[in-house]
């Protein structure tokens, strides 16, 4: 089990450009969440899956943000046409959950995105 | 909506000194409680949990008792050592608000020698 493995580690692009991260959960997890972090800020939730669908979507995820699980493994979060306020360190992180048990979430180390 | 508030940082204490990182909450349910810690260059990682009111999460020294009555959950150590540098995440999560883990804003701690 090598955990939650995110790429790239960092990712610096002009303002307009798309970007698009990559997360492998740990193996056996059914449940996957991205989280954004500001500097000195805690994590903020973006999105989770469960298997393939995506469940919840919060209201941080504008339209230029879209998120995939195809196949029910690693997951993909664009973000196209980028702008400054996109900054941040984006977090990847996956838990086996049944029902209305969370699980503990395991996280990767995260995407840092700068973006000039 | 849900959220939570923990006390500002950075926190600087000597080795062996008590910790104390308070943390309360509002849910609309009845949340899990829990501590995360990112460590320098590392990801996040539960530090404990409690699962209902009373219950008492511990590991690595640390602490932290659920308070139905005060909505709180602080963190505690009574020793702490230079490794314990990092920033201390609290966070819920609550049935009636989605599968998800709803953070406060973190508290650095220093430790010196």
């Known amino acids: 089990d090598t955990g939650v493995s995110q790429n790239p580690r960092h990712k610096i692009t002009k303002r307009g450009q798309n970007v698009t991260f990559r997360c492998d959960p740990i193996?056996?997890?059914?449940?996957l969440y991205w989280y954004r972090q500001t500097l000195g800020q805690g994590p903020e939730f973006l999105t989770y899956?469960?298997?393939?669908?995506?469940?919840?979507k919060s209201r941080l995820l504008s339209d230029r943000f879209s998120a995939e699980r195809p196949k029910g493994s690693f997951s993909t979060l664009e973000i196209q046409r980028t702008e400054q306020g996109d900054s941040a360190m984006y977090l990847c992180?996956?838990?086996?959950?049944?029902?209305?048990?969370?699980?503990?979430?395991?996280f990767g180390e995260g995407s840092r995105l700068t973006v000039l | 909506g849900d959220s939570v508030t923990q006390m500002e940082g950075p926190v600087t204490l000597s080795e062996e000194a008590f910790l104390t990182i308070n943390c309360t909450y509002t849910?609309?349910?009845?949340?899990?409680l829990f501590w995360y810690v990112q460590y320098p260059g590392e990801g996040l990682q539960l530090l404990l949990k409690?699962?209902?009111?009373?219950d008492k999460g511990s590991n690595k020294g640390f602490e932290a008792t659920y308070r139905k009555e005060t909505t709180s959950f602080h963190l505690e150590k009574g020793s702490v050592q230079v490794s314990d540098s990092a920033v201390y995440f609290c966070?819920?999560?609550?049935?009636?608000?989605?599968?998800?883990?709803?953070f406060g804003g973190g508290t650095r701690v220093l430790v010196k020698p």
């Open positions: 966070a819920l999560s609550d049935q009636a608000a989605g599968n998800k883990l709803t």
């Open positions: 849910a609309t349910g009845y949340p899990s």
């Open positions: 992180a996956s838990s086996y959950g049944t029902g209305a048990n969370t699980g503990e979430l395991f």
């Open positions: 409690a699962t209902k009111a009373d």
């Open positions: 899956f469960q298997n393939e669908a995506q469940l919840e």
């Open positions: 193996s056996e997890h059914n449940r």
